[in-house]
Structures are given as C-alpha cells and as structure tokens.
C-alpha cells in the first residue's frame, strides 16, 4: 500500500529534523556557557580576582548572545527574501498559465483580457517577456494567416480586437537583446496599427501592411521582402538596413520616411511616385 511508506517517510523527515534542530540548540548553549569560560581563562597563575573573572565571562557570554542574535535575524531576513521570492515566481507562473489558457477561448473579450494580462506579466517579471512576445506572435501568425499564392485568409480587412492588441503589446514592448527576432511572416496585417511600434530587426517577409498605420514604425534592419505596404501609411517610418527586395509602394504615404538608399529600387521609386522627393535618404 502506498500510504504507509509515505507517512513513514514523514515522520522519519521530522524526527530528523527534529533531532538536528535539538542538537543546534543544545551546541549553541554549551558554546555560549563554556566558551566564555575558556575565553577568559586566566593566564596569570590565578591572580585574577573572581569578581572579575565572572564579569569577563558575562560580558563575553553577552557578546556572544548578541552575535547569535544578529546572525538568527540575518538568517530570517534572508529566508524571508527567499521565500517571497518563490511565491512571487509561483504567483506569476499560475498568472501566465491562466492567461494563456484564456488565449484559446472561444469569446473574444475573453481573448482580449488575455493578452493585456500578458502584457502585465512581462511588465512585472522582465525575464519572462521573451516567452510571452514569441506567444503573442504566434498567436497573430495563427489568426491572421495568409493562403497560398499570398492572398488573405481573413475575410475582412482590419484586423478583430484580440489580433490588434496583441500587434499593439508587441509594438510597443520593451527592447530585449534576449529576444528572438519578431517572426510575423506571411501574415495579414491589412489596416492594422502600428503607429511608433518597434519592430526592429522583424521577420515580416511576404506579409500584407495594405492601408496600415505605421508612422514612425522602427523598422530599421528588418526583413521586408515582398512585404505589399499599399496605400500604407509610413510618414517619418524608419527602414534603414531594411531589406526591401519585392516590397511594394503603390499609394504609400512617405512623407520623411527614412530609408537605406541603395535598398531602394527604381521601381519601388516609381511606385512611390511624387512622394519620393520627401523620402529621408541615409
């Protein structure tokens, strides 16, 4: 039977400690009651006055008492440190997987409150904010997917309100050298906003940003090729080092938009048309 060997196991932890936490108690007595004696052995052949003797061992037995004293405290303080320390771990690990379970609801709202919840998390314990940035883009990439030869899988243009808070969290999150690059490829961003957001560095190849709002967007270093930004909005946008190959501009607001000139192909110039001219070459 498997109770039995578990009590067992039990009592036989407690009895342990137990018995060491006795031995802790009666080491630490004999040490303040006989080191004190030892401390203040007199040395000169007995000439030592017992009055004075007795208030050397007293003072030492004091100062001992108060080294103990100090050292509990110091020991309490740190346990206690620690022990909040795993609660709040454990607080945020039920919180994480509460949210990530709401992720998969059924009702929208629910989904919503879900992914603020994230962003909480990632507010509150830095360390994790890898992890919940990697579940926030994948949860885009599976709801705004697109079908093959690049065409939209969703029905409507603007992306549903879990989907564009979810974009807005990871827009504006705070840089992390941890994170992996920002994996949105081949996703349906038509009409999103996106306004200042970071996305530096971002894999964003064969994606849509059809009449997105990306002013002053970061998007310096990032992987646009083939990405269709028609009749988005990119006023002061930044692609520096941006790789452009296939990118298209028809329509596009690009009013200061700042760009790695030898990135930029005649054709991506025509297609920018009289806006060009206000394009921020770097």
Same mark, same amino acid.
């Given at each position: 039977?498997?109770?039995?060997?578990?009590?067992?196991?039990?009592?036989?932890?407690?009895?342990?400690?137990?018995?060491?936490?006795?031995?802790?108690?009666?080491?630490?007595?004999?040490?303040?009651?006989?080191?004190?004696?030892?401390?203040?052995?007199?040395?000169?052949?007995?000439?030592?006055?017992?009055?004075?003797?007795?208030?050397?061992?007293?003072?030492?037995?004091?100062?001992?008492?108060?080294?103990?004293?100090?050292?509990?405290?110091?020991?309490?303080?740190?346990?206690?440190?620690?022990?909040?320390?795993?609660?709040?771990?454990?607080?945020?690990?039920?919180?994480?997987?509460?949210?990530?379970?709401?992720?998969?609801?059924?009702?929208?709202?629910?989904?919503?409150?879900?992914?603020?919840?994230?962003?909480?998390?990632?507010?509150?314990?830095?360390?994790?904010?890898?992890?919940?940035?990697?579940?926030?883009?994948?949860?885009?990439?599976?709801?705004?997917?697109?079908?093959?030869?690049?065409?939209?899988?969703?029905?409507?243009?603007?992306?549903?309100?879990?989907?564009?808070?979810?974009?807005?969290?990871?827009?504006?999150?705070?840089?992390?050298?941890?994170?992996?690059?920002?994996?949105?490829?081949?996703?349906?961003?038509?009409?999103?906003? *996106?306004?200042? !957001?970071? +996305?530096? =560095? #971002?894999? %964003?190849?064969?994606?849509? $940003? @059809? &009449? /997105?709002? *990306?002013?002053? !967007?970061? +998007?310096? =270093? #990032?992987? %646009?090729?083939?990405?269709? $930004? @028609? &009749? /988005?909005? *990119?006023?002061? !946008?930044? +692609?520096?080092? #941006?790789? %452009?190959?296939?990118?298209? $501009?028809? &329509? /596009?607001?690009?009013?200061?938009?700042?760009?790695?000139?030898?990135?930029?192909?005649?054709?991506?110039?025509?297609?920018?048309?009289?806006?060009?001219?206000?394009?921020?070459?770097?």
């Amino acid at each position: 039977m498997p109770g039995p060997p578990i009590k067992a196991r039990h009592w036989a932890r407690y009895g342990i400690w137990s018995a060491s936490a006795i031995a802790a108690v009666a080491l630490l007595v004999l040490v303040i009651w006989l080191l004190p004696k030892w401390l203040t052995s007199d040395a000169s052949g007995g000439n030592l006055k017992e009055l004075d003797r007795l208030a050397s061992v007293n003072a030492a037995r004091s100062s001992l008492v108060f080294l103990v004293a100090g050292t509990a405290a110091l020991a309490t303080v740190i346990v206690a440190v620690r022990s909040h320390a795993l609660d709040r771990s454990a607080h945020v690990t039920d919180r994480y997987s509460k949210a990530i379970e709401q992720l998969g609801s059924d009702k929208r709202e629910v989904r919503v409150g879900a992914v603020f919840a994230l962003e909480r998390i990632a507010r509150d314990s830095p360390l994790d904010q890898p992890a919940i940035t990697e579940v926030l883009t994948a949860f885009v990439r599976e709801s705004r997917p697109l079908v093959a030869a690049g065409a939209p899988a969703s029905a409507t243009a603007r992306p549903a309100a879990d989907v564009q808070a979810a974009l807005t969290i990871i827009g504006r999150r705070r840089a992390d050298v941890r994170e992996r690059a920002l994996d949105l490829r081949a996703c349906d961003l038509r009409e999103s906003d *996106l306004p200042g !957001a970071n +996305l530096r =560095g #971002a894999l %964003l190849s064969g994606s849509q $940003f @059809t &009449g /997105a709002g *990306l002013e002053d !967007a970061r +998007l310096e =270093g #990032a992987w %646009l090729e083939d990405v269709d $930004f @028609t &009749g /988005a909005k *990119l006023q002061a !946008a930044s +692609l520096t080092r #941006a790789l %452009l190959t296939g990118a298209t $501009f028809d &329509g /596009a607001e690009v009013y200061k938009m700042r760009v790695s000139a030898s990135a930029v192909s005649e054709e991506q110039r025509r297609q920018m048309g009289a806006g060009w001219g206000d394009v921020v070459e770097v």
